[in-house]
């Protein structure tokens, strides 16, 4: 029979052992959470990283040397088990995208908890007698299988989280029926983001408007903020609309019924997801499909993927605008230059001619202004007013936000970047009176079996206008390389491992008069095996 000290020894063991599942719980439950609760997409990335926890050879090797030592070697896994848990960071407040402790999130790592603490005590029940160690042994076999405890964990939960959701979705029906705003979907591969607030923007002047702040495009993202901020006087509700998959931006039409809706630009954004694109050119038209009879659908006609959109639709008021299309358009960008404090650009109308101003920079941006301008004007905004509107924008952060440091020029374009995205920076510093010209990226991701072949492309370009170009990570590292070789400028790449790796670098050798465009700016799940728990346990 155990002796007392027994006891305190197994009952130290078992704190120090759940204390730390609790935080690699909180570790992956953020790259679940980034997947949406995927669970394949998740398990794709965790793949066999469990394996290389340092929790997982630690168990094992204490199980090892336990027979020799039995008290010491459990002592010392006991305050390794809690240093490895202190040094992990919170993901909660680290990484990229920080862990949004939601009540589903906190539900999914209860759940999680109380399954790995039965296996472990079940494990370590079944193995005594049989094994040396065998709360160590038990302790290897729940490390190993931590993300499949989640997975489990959230499967148990789907028919509760699914109850929670259809509550909250009839709520914000309610809402939505009751308060009746004019509701404007906006929708895209690219652009979505920057459209929002550009149109809520210009539409404030007309009417209360309300359109969630960054990039909620989901539909419990979409849900949440209709419960929490749809209010009476609200004359305006702007939503952007998301999708991974078909099926997604009908489910958010159901929710907010569109009166009018903008398509930014369809292309292969997300291909990886999709499979081609016209799978992606049917997600995105399930917003023209929502219109009513008499709705308006402004559509950019330089995207062929969106025209296709705009020439399937049959019933409702059709308003295209664009810069290089040949279609008879309704506003045409023309005359796009670029300064250090902003663009200047002329929208070329049907009745008018309008030349405007503002901050913001890139071709994409400046085009996505057209549209959101088409729209404004076309439910009722006066073009004096909207042009006065465009000049009192603000960047967005991280969407070609242009900052200046240390007489350093910063192109910062790390969010979500795509082909359009990544060629509008190179034009845009192309165009500043600039000493020497950098670029740090990752490349651009998600686009299948296009993906090498695109980043080779890019990689020429970028080799076209800058004096250097750091290529950031394993991701796409190949291509780089490769469209270097292309244009014969090897020697003006540099291969770095990480973010902060790029960033040091830069330190040390961009000087004043320099320019540096930050494009992309991958998430956490593409971080390699010894990159995560290198963040796990030193951030």
């Known amino acids: ?58 168990s ?62 079940g494990l ?50 309610r809402r939505v029926a009751d308060l009746q705003p004019f509701v404007i979907g906006i929708t895209g591969s690219y652009g979505k983001s920057s459209s929002k607030a550009i149109l809520a923007h210009i539409l404030q002047f007309h009417g209360p408007t309300l359109a969630a702040a960054g990039s909620i495009n989901t539909l419990m993202g979409v849900t949440r903020h209709i419960r929490e901020a749809l209010v009476p006087g609200h004359v305006f509700m702007v939503v952007e609309m998301g999708a991974f998959q078909t099926g997604s931006i009908a489910r958010l039409c159901q929710l907010t019924p569109p009166s009018a809706a903008l398509i930014t630009a369809v292309g292969d954004m997300h291909l990886e997801r999709f499979g081609s694109l016209d799978a992606i050119v049917r997600a995105k038209g399930e917003l023209a499909a929502a219109l009513p009879p008499d709705g308006l659908l402004v559509v950019n006609a330089d995207s062929p993927g969106a025209l296709r959109i705009a020439q399937n639709t049959r019933g409702r008021r059709i308003l295209l605008y664009g810069e290089t299309s040949t279609e008879d358009l309704d506003t045409r960008l023309e005359q796009v230059e670029f300064s250090t404090t902003g663009t200047a650009f002329v929208l070329r109308t049907r009745n008018d001619v ?29 073009p004096a007013v909207a042009v006065a509107a465009i000049t009192t924008l603000r960047p967005v952060s991280n969407r070609l936000e242009v900052v200046k440091e240390s007489g350093v020029t910063w192109i910062r374009d790390a969010y979500n970047s795509n082909q359009a995205g990544f060629r509008a920076a190179l034009e845009v510093v192309a165009a500043l009176p600039v000493a020497r010209r950098f670029i740090a990226t990752p490349g651009v991701i998600e686009l299948g079996a296009e993906q090498f072949a695109v980043n080779r492309t890019l990689a020429r ?58 494009e992309n700016d991958l998430p956490d799940l593409y971080e390699p095996a010894g990159v995560f728990w290198k963040t796990v346990s030193r951030g």
């Not at 490769?482 to 244009?487: E, I, L």
């Open 1 to 58: 029979m155990p002796t007392f000290s027994s006891w305190l020894l197994i009952a130290a063991a078992a704190a120090a052992h759940g204390y730390l599942v609790w935080h690699r719980l909180l570790a992956y439950l953020r790259y679940l959470q980034q997947e949406g609760y995927e669970h394949i997409r998740f398990l794709r990335w965790t793949h066999a990283r469990s394996l290389s926890d340092p929790a997982f050879w630690l």
């Open 60 to 121: 094992i090797t204490g199980a090892w040397l336990y027979p020799r030592w039995p008290t010491a070697v459990t002592m010392g896994v006991v305050v390794a088990m809690v240093l490895l848990a202190r040094a992990q960071p919170d993901p909660r407040r680290s990484g990229k995208i920080t862990l949004k402790m939601t009540w589903r999130a906190r539900r999914v790592q209860a759940i999680a908890f109380l399954i790995a603490t039965a296996i472990w005590v």
């Open 124 to 173: 370590a029940t079944v193995l005594v007698g049989v094994a040396a160690g065998p709360m160590l042994l038990a302790s290897v076999i729940v490390y190993a299988v931590i993300p499949f405890v989640l997975v489990a964990a959230n499967t148990c939960l789907r028919p509760y989280e699914r109850h929670i959701q259809r509550q909250y979705e009839a709520e914000a029906v």
């Open 354 to 382: 309008y030349r405007c101003t503002t901050p913001l920079l890139g071709r994409p941006i400046v085009l996505n202004l057209a549209g959101a301008f088409t729209l404004a004007c076309a439910v009722g905004v006066d």
């Open 461 to 518: 370009e970028a080799a076209a206008v800058c004096d250097t170009a750091l290529v950031v990570a394993d991701t796409n590292r190949e291509a780089f390389l490769t469209g270097y070789r292309d244009a014969g400028c090897e020697d003006r790449l540099v291969s770095v491992p990480s973010r902060a790796a790029a960033f040091r670098w830069l330190r040390e050798t961009v000087r004043e008069g320099d320019a540096v465009i930050l």
